[in-house]
């Protein structure tokens, strides 16, 4: 019977405290639960490493583009150095082949240049290109987790 | 010799003669059904019969109010638990096993494929059935008086209809499967677009947060099977049967389905509606009524039964029990004649060309052939969210439990048909034609196209169709324009992604065109 009560805008100190608790109750309890939500983020990734060795430089003469089917990447050899194309589609992630004119996405016909850039279908981004390095012991490093600009060569003895 | 000297054993010796007689008393309390006093019982007495109220109206019987499409999604659904619990004794969710364990169902296993393909088709048949189950309920516009939030349950329902089909059908790690898996994670990076477009994607990268919660890694794997394999298994069939109870219980609270106002009988009605007997009440004749004969909305009147009203034992039972064995025998001769698919195993080497999704999601596809991020999450989520407000955008009352409420209704409808079939099948057609902005300008930043595309320019054409509606009708008769025409373009768009896009996503007439590879 609220409104028969004139005056109850005002909060009486065992209602407030009465509240306050009971409100940081459930607060905590919610509180507990949402950080329990934090189990869904993996701390370890139980697949193969995201850097990956591709053998010595030898391996790739000059003018070739090598296909790595289980690292999805392609190695190109150029006379300007070295260079790594990713071949995920940016799109849904299917793998495109390459093409006379650069790659083609076999899922919903996203086309690219020879360069990875997008000309054409519903590839929202370019193929990414990837950090290569050398190792001591000579062999090249792709790292598929650091994206380099396009463009990026690199020159290895 | 007295009565009261019979020894112990005598006693339990009759026990054991009365057995029979004192177990059914003890399971069946109320007796056999042959009053309406004990009809009712049946029914409130029954745990598994009280969620439905003892007397049932008329017009709930009527096949063509309902065609039974909620009651066949649920029995579909319960065939597909039965037979989900059988197949989870063989398989296994490692990405190692889990195919053969697949092919050990089909060729191995007692009746394994027959139990697979029943599991396969029932759990779409409900895809079909709760879809069309909707169509129903809006069309008879059964979601206004209080029925608004249900109507929500029901949506909820339906995407978890749609998770549960899609989880199920990256089980077996075949060739479908992995790139289903694929293309599903890619479509919750999805939103990778957009901040790539702002350039913010280094700070805040939901997209790709969202791909790892759901792959449990950067690729599809074990981790994935895993997680997929718990969301099939547990989480969404955990929150159906919550979800389902409630959708159900607030049905029993709502007053039972939907009816017309003012219902006349008409001559089917009297077939299967015997009439109550009026000597053998619930309750004694000297109360003018009892507690569960009040209905919603009407104040029964002394001696005389709530209008139009039948016991529903055994009037709605027989029909409920009918349209589950006609359900059971359809699947099963179905699933009989037609397999269940299982390619390749999977292989992440080589994605199918064309990669599709499964059928119920191919109108998705084709618009994410536009855009990933406005077709796997702008425009479901806004089709969801349009659907979901319905009952609150229109509020009109007066033509509840009468399909497409009156003569306009039906006018709307037909239009809406015409004119957005034409529409969504002369847009496609342009797009097959003559392409999308980046064939006529490559160099198109990405945000102009995620803005501007076919899916995009339909939806705001049902949009703008509506509200023209809207404007000299009622908001009854938006709704029903712009419910139309998303059936329509459901359709439409789904045969396009099955049938018409061929490798490559290319356009082809039919799959004899497909060129040979």
């Not at chain 1, 929202?124 to 598929?144: A, H, K, M, T, Y």
């Not at chain 2, 298994?233 to 955990?238: A, E, R, S």
């Amino acid at each position: 019977m609220l409104n028969e009560v004139q005056d109850t805008t005002e909060v009486s100190r065992r209602d407030f405290l009465g509240l306050a608790s009971f409100g940081a109750a459930i607060v905590s309890a919610l509180g507990v639960f949402a950080g329990t939500l934090r189990i869904f983020k993996p701390n370890v990734y139980y697949e193969e490493s995201r850097k990956f060795k591709i053998g010595k430089p030898e391996n790739f003469p000059l003018g070739t583009v090598k296909k790595l089917d289980d690292e999805k990447v392609f190695i190109f050899s150029g006379d300007d150095g070295f260079y790594a194309i990713s071949s995920i589609c940016t799109h849904l992630g299917c793998i495109v082949y390459s093409t006379e004119t650069g790659f083609q996405c076999p899922c919903h016909g996203s086309k690219y240049n020879i360069d990875g850039k997008v000309v054409g279908g519903p590839a929202p981004r370019n193929l990414s290109w990837f950090e290569i390095s050398q190792s001591v012991d000579g062999s090249l490093i792709v790292d598929s987790a650091k994206e380099v600009p396009k463009g990026t060569k690199y020159i290895f003895a | 010799m007295n009565e009261r000297y019979r020894s112990g054993v005598s006693e339990f010796i009759d026990n054991i003669k009365n057995l029979q007689r004192s177990f059914l008393a003890s399971f069946l309390r109320s007796g056999k059904p042959t009053s309406d006093k004990s009809r009712a019982a049946l029914m409130f007495n029954n745990f598994f019969l009280h969620i439905q109220g003892v007397k049932t109206h008329i017009n709930t019987l009527r096949p063509t109010y309902t065609f039974g499409l909620g009651i066949i999604s649920f029995f579909l659904l319960i065939i597909v638990v039965v037979s989900g619990v059988m197949l989870m004794v063989y398989y296994n969710p490692s990405i190692e096993r889990a195919y053969n364990t697949i092919k050990d169902i089909n060729y191995v296993v007692f009746a394994g494929r027959l139990l697979r393909n029943v599991h396969k088709w029932a759990g779409e048949g409900m895809i079909i059935f709760v879809m069309l189950h909707m169509t129903r309920v809006f069309f008879t516009g059964s979601y206004a008086k209080g029925r608004e939030f249900n109507w929500i349950i029901g949506i909820i329902l339906l995407i978890l209809t749609f998770g549960l089909n899609l989880s199920g059908y990256m089980l077996p790690w075949d060739q479908l499967a992995y790139w289903a898996l694929v293309i599903v994670a890619n479509i919750i990076q999805s939103p990778k677009e957009i901040t790539d477009s702002l350039g913010i994607t280094q700070y805040f990268d939901i997209g790709g947060f969202s791909k790892q919660l759901f792959l449990g890694g950067y690729t599809a794997g074990q981790e994935s099977l895993t997680r997929v394999y718990f969301l099939h298994i547990m989480f969404f069939p955990l929150f159906l049967f919550i979800f389902l109870g409630v959708h159900f219980w607030r049905i029993r609270k709502d007053g039972g389905l939907t009816k017309p106002e003012n219902l006349e009988q008409v001559g089917g009605d009297t077939g299967y509606a015997s009439r109550p007997e009026k000597t053998g009440g619930v309750f004694p004749t000297f109360k003018t009524y009892g507690l569960m004969e009040l209905a919603r909305g009407k104040t029964p009147a002394v001696d005389k039964d709530i209008e139009n009203t039948v016991p529903s034992w055994p009037n709605l039972l027989l029909a409920e029990f009918a349209v589950f064995i006609l359900t059971l025998a359809a699947v099963i001769v179905y699933s009989f004649f037609v397999d269940a698919p299982l390619r390749e195993p999977a292989n992440p080497l080589i994605p199918e060309n064309p990669a599709k999704a499964p059928w119920y999601f191919l109108g998705l596809q084709e618009l994410l052939s536009y855009s990933a991020f406005m077709g796997g999450v702008g425009l479901p989520g806004i089709a969801l969210l349009g659907l979901a407000l319905i009952p609150y955008l229109d509020r009109e009352k007066g033509h509840v439990g009468i399909w497409f409420s009156n003569r306009q209704g039906v006018i709307e409808a037909v239009k809406a048909l015409f004119v957005g079939a034409l529409v969504n099948v002369g847009l496609l057609a342009f797009v097959v034609n003559f392409g999308w902005f980046r064939n006529w300008w490559p160099n198109i930043p990405q945000l102009l196209i995620t803005l501007v595309n076919p899916g995009n320019i339909w939806v705001g054409f049902m949009i703008a169709w509506s509200l023209w509606v809207m404007r000299k009708g009622s908001t009854r008769m938006g709704a029903i324009a712009m419910f139309t025409m998303f059936l329509v373009s459901f359709l439409i768009f789904t045969y396009m992604g099955t049938y018409l896009r061929g490798p490559n996503w290319d356009f082809f007439w039919s799959k004899s065109q497909w060129p040979v590879h």
